[in-house]
């Protein structure tokens, strides 16, 4: 395990927190799921985990950051879901 500041943890560089990722997966079956907390407490982090090994759920991750439009949003969504799908 290495420790990287920057960029989210991921792999075997990702401390395990299958309490968190099973109380976050069993939210998301029942409703949608704000996923809220300070910056840098591990939240892309554990997302990404969850879409390394996503179990009954077809994970995307969008950064909504970059758009400015709903139509852009919507362009980026549709094309991860086809990567997905593909
Ligand atoms: N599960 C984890 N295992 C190892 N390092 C972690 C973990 N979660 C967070 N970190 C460390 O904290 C930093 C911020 O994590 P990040 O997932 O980007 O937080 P957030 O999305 O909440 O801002 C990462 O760069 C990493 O150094
Ligand atoms: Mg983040």
């Known amino acids: 395990m290495e420790l990287r500041i920057g960029s989210p943890a991921t792999g075997g560089n990702f401390y395990q927190r299958p309490v968190l ?16 907390g300070p910056r840098r407490t591990g939240k892309t ?34 094309g991860e879901l086809r990567k997905t799908l593909a």
């Not at 990722?21 to 809220?36: E, P, Q, S, T, W």
């Not at 969850?50 to 439009?69: C, V």
Request: charged share 25%; hydrophobic share 50%.
């Open 21 to 36: 990722i099973a109380k976050l997966l069993r939210a998301l079956k029942r409703d949608n799921v704000a996923f809220l």
């Open 45 to 78: 982090s554990c997302l990404e985990q969850i879409k390394a090994q996503p179990g009954d759920f077809l994970p995307i991750l969008l950064n909504l950051e970059k758009h400015d439009t709903v139509e852009a949003w919507l362009s980026a969504m549709l």
